[in-house]
């Protein structure tokens, strides 16, 4: 036999999980270079290459589903109690800038597409998508 199913095994799952290195996939490329791994060491009791392929994508795709379950979805959270914050720079209509909230730096925008808010004026802050703040104008809040 000219090559060594375990060593393909072995170098794929090497270059899947450093693949995830440079094109984030979601976890996908590493739960696949895991599997590899795992067929890797079952290469060794199990010849049969058409079985291994087969064993490398349900355990790729049992991977893939454990680690959806486990990583939390990008959704919008409510802050428990609407907490003021001042910003830093503009937050153009429908775009980002910088708040200052809870004493650090914070990527923000604002809740109304429409509304810009300048530099050095109160927002609250009324949720969270990820690490970027949900903010409205306070003046909003107060008329």
């Known amino acids: 036999m000219l090559w060594n ?11 899947l999980c ?24 079952i290469s060794l009791a199990l010849p049969d290459v058409n079985l291994q392929i087969f ?6 795709v049992l991977f893939v589903l454990t ?13 428990e109690d609407d907490k003021e914050a001042k910003t830093l720079t503009e937050i153009p209509p429908g775009e980002a800038g910088r708040v200052i909230y809870e004493g650090n730096s914070w990527r923000a925008r604002c809740e ?14 009324v949720g969270r998508k990820g690490t970027t703040l ?10």
Request: aromatic share 8%.
């Open 5 to 15: 199913p375990t060593l393909f095994w072995l170098i794929s799952g090497a270059l």
């Open 18 to 41: 450093l693949a995830e290195l440079f094109l984030p996939t979601a976890f996908v490329a590493f739960m696949m270079g895991l599997s590899a791994f795992v067929v890797a060491a």
């Open 55 to 60: 064993l490398w994508m349900v355990c790729s």
């Open 67 to 79: 680690t959806r379950r486990l990583i939390p979805k990008g959704k919008t959270r409510a802050i």
């Open 112 to 125: 109304d597409c429409d509304t810009a808010i300048p530099p050095n004026q109160n927002v609250i802050v």
């Open 134 to 143: 949900i903010v409205v104008p306070e003046n909003l809040l107060h008329s």
